[in-house]
């Protein structure tokens, strides 16, 4: 529950649920003769390559394998990176679709003028900033977990609409990750300081990139603005631990140790 608060979600491995556990990412569970082990399956390779597959067609692969339906698909068009490269390579077969909360929240501008340029069948609708307490109670079964971010309520509106003309959607997800999220510029700032002091040979020069690459990641993960040392007991909080944060610390100094590439280092973990 402190980490809830301290995330706005329960980092794998752990749950809400006493004597749960959930598989991390990337991960396999084999249950074979009365004894469960787990491997990674995948771990991102940071290492130089002379000739990376060109972006579009992998983007391109991914997109095409999402559309595998016997139903019409529909996708949805914020006018961000994400939504706007799905577009461009799905093009018109698509129905996209965008909503808006006028006056308070509204991206449609921008993904009309994306669907204008990609000559997108887009359709923008008005979402309201209530939910009534049985749609509340609904949602809470379907996400498993206690989830603290106010999109869910925006993502079932819109779907709520999508759904009167299609039964499968192309949401986009990804691209903050991949593009270091809403801290890519900062991201890219600090690579260019970070460059020469991590040519430096020995251990020290990689510790402090990684302190600062660290202080970056943590603005980004450290999303409720709740400090948990004012809200929660302090008897609890001396037991709560935050393995979660040194999973952050130890991937990111692995990953220091396979490439100078801060951006990289950054969007892989």
């Not at 598989?23 to 399956?41: A, K, N, S």
């Not at 698509?94 to 501008?109: A, C, H, K, M, V």
Request: glycine share 8%; with cysteine.
């Amino acid at each position: 529950l402190v980490s809830y608060l301290h995330y706005a979600y329960i980092p794998e491995p752990e749950t809400v649920w006493e004597g749960v556990h959930a598989l991390l990412p990337g991960h396999v569970l084999i249950f074979e003769d009365g004894r469960v082990t787990t491997r990674p399956y995948w771990t991102p390779d940071l290492a130089p390559r002379d000739a990376p597959a060109p972006f579009e067609q992998v983007i391109g692969r991914s997109a095409e394998l999402a559309m595998v339906a016997d139903v019409p698909v529909a996708a949805l068009l914020s006018g961000g990176i994400d939504s706007a490269v799905v577009g461009a390579v799905l093009g018109p077969r698509l129905s996209y679709f965008n909503l808006r909360y006028p006056g308070i929240y509204d991206e449609s501008e921008r993904a009309r003028a994306t669907a204008q340029r990609l000559d997108l069948d887009l359709h923008v609708e008005d979402g309201e900033m209530s939910v009534a307490p049985d749609e509340v109670a609904q949602l809470l079964t379907k996400v498993g977990q206690p989830f603290g971010d106010t999109s869910l309520f925006a993502c079932h509106a819109v779907f709520r609409r999508v759904a009167t003309g299609h039964k499968v959607c192309i949401s986009a997800d990804g691209a903050d990750e991949a593009y270091c999220g809403y801290s890519l510029r900062r991201t890219i700032l600090l690579g260019h300081a970070l460059r020469p002091i991590l040519a430096l040979p020995g251990r020290l020069p990689r510790e402090g990139a990684a302190r600062a690459v660290l202080n970056i990641l943590r603005r980004y993960l450290h999303r409720t603005g709740i400090v948990v040392r004012d809200v929660v007991d302090p008897a609890v909080l001396k037991n709560w631990d935050d393995t979660y944060d040194r999973s952050i610390a130890d991937d990111v100094r692995t990953a220091l140790s396979q490439t100078r590439d801060v951006v990289n280092v950054a969007s892989s973990v």
